[in-house]
């Protein structure tokens, strides 16, 4: 075994480009002996999951041996809380999200690590963050990935067409075009922002607080609406053709990889420095026929372990999500950026709402970085941590990396200091 993830990082080198952080999510837990590799920290193999990612093994770190502690806490059920703590690290509030049997609970009590660190990196950029989702339904804890706040979740685009009008529209646009769009914009905000102001006064404290988040985001995007940059270089939006049952099930790899092109070019606009892409629900119940494979995942995630034709099943279920982890990483690394490419300054994080479904268990969850982040973490390495690390102290050490130097994140009581990426 290798590191305990002590506190502290050790700073990389600087970079002259932008850092980036995206967040890849998918659900119900992998096939540990089939995730995990063998060897040393530095000359390992690849296990059969993560093999579509040996052409950039040197560019990921595959990280085990971290636990979700925070998600064995508080309100809701195991999917609940394994989603809405997956980023967060704080327990959910309580609420009347239906989870199974009796349980129920509301949305997740904190910030998300992508939201905390765009609050730092983004400030720049015309959007503060993107949410992508592929197949995601409905509005309920087990759908939703970030959080601006306290019970501030983040609702995902599931619609290409949707994402595509809002990130590039603007960019083909004429200066006096541009300009009186801006206005018209402003003036919406404006308005939006007095209605708030006047409604203030006569709230509660708690409703007082949420509402105060809502006017806060209204003055955000005022003040990103003139930012962004113009279209040129490597900045060249993708060609995008409406189809009409893009989501369709039968579609959803098309309807992936179009979601990844809009997020990676949206990167490498400089549109955003911060990303996410929700790849289902927790318990997801979808099936996957393009893999010839009927039933509902959730369902087969429930399978127990000597159940070999539900664990071959799933051991392709996560292939895949593996060769689409590494689609996104491929696509990042084509990009040239200075003297190297986007993934070098970007920190791209898998992360999984359990490390195995039939059990729900949340220790030594499966983790897959790519991108140096300017050079701030070390990759092409087997990164194993011993004893109970808590997952709070990944998002200290990715806080690090992205030059935030807090010594804790979400409930302090599930965080014990910073993972060491360097």
């Known amino acids: 075994m290798a590191s305990t ?20 999510y998918t659900p119900n837990g992998t096939v540990l002996k089939h995730w995990r590799p063998t060897g040393s920290e530095a000359a390992f193999t690849l296990g059969r999951i993560l093999q579509p990612l040996e052409p950039y093994k040197q560019d990921i770190v595959v990280l085990d041996g971290v636990d979700a502690l925070s998600a064995y806490h508080g309100p809701g059920d195991a999917h609940q809380k394994g989603t809405g703590q997956a980023l967060t690290g704080t327990e959910l509030q309580e609420g ?55 019970a501030q979740p983040l609702p995902p685009e599931v619609d290409p067409a949707a994402a595509f009008a809002r990130i590039f529209a603007d960019l083909q646009l004429s200066g006096t075009e541009s300009a009186r769009r801006v206005a018209e914009r402003r003036r919406v905000l404006d308005a939006v922002a007095a209605d708030y ?16 988040g809502h ?3 209204v003055r955000d995007i005022e003040m990103r609406l003139e930012s962004g940059s113009v279209a040129g270089g490597v900045c060249k939006p993708p060609e995008f ?6 989501q369709a099930l039968v579609n959803v790899p098309k309807l992936g990889k179009l979601q990844m092109d809009l997020l990676a070019m949206a990167i490498a606009c400089d549109l955003t420095r911060v990303a ?16 010839s494979i009927p039933e509902a995942h959730h369902e087969l995630s429930h399978r127990g372990d000597t159940n070999e034709e539900a664990q071959e099943k799933l051991t392709r279920i996560n292939t895949w999500y593996a060769e689409q982890f590494a689609y996104l990483v491929a696509k990042l690394k084509a ?9 070098d300054n970007t920190l791209l994080v898998w992360v999984n709402e359990h490390q195995k479904g ?16 300017g050079g701030a973490v070390k990759t092409g390495r087997w990164f194993q941590v011993d004893g109970k690390v808590p997952h709070n102290n990944l998002w200290v050490g990715c806080m690090h990396v992205m030059g935030i130097e807090e010594m804790s994140f979400g409930n302090p009581e599930y965080c014990t200091g910073a993972l060491n990426l360097g």
């Open 276 to 291: 996410s892409i929700m790849w289902a629900n927790s318990s997801n119940t979808d099936p996957f026929p393009w893999l």
């Open 5 to 24: 993830g002590s506190i502290g990082s050790r700073p990389g080198p600087r970079s002259a480009a932008p850092k980036r952080f995206i967040v890849f």
């Open 96 to 150: 009347n999200f239906k989870g199974s049997t009796d349980f129920t609970a509301g949305w997740a009590d904190g910030i998300s690590i992508d939201q905390k660190i765009a609050d730092t990196i983004s400030n720049a950029t015309k959007f503060r963050s993107l949410e992508f989702g592929v197949r995601v339904k409905g509005a309920t804890v087990s759908s939703r990935l970030s959080y601006r706040g306290p």
């Open 241 to 246: 053709t409406v189809e009409s049952d893009l």
């Open 358 to 373: 039939n059990t729900h268990d949340r220790n030594q969850m499966p983790y897959v970085l790519a991108g140096k982040a």
């Open 215 to 217: 006017l806060a985001a």
């Open 335 to 343: 990009i040239p950026e200075g003297d190297g490419t986007v993934l």
């Open 197 to 212: 102001e006047r409604l203030l006064p006569k709230l509660g404290a708690s409703d007082r607080i949420k509402l105060e």
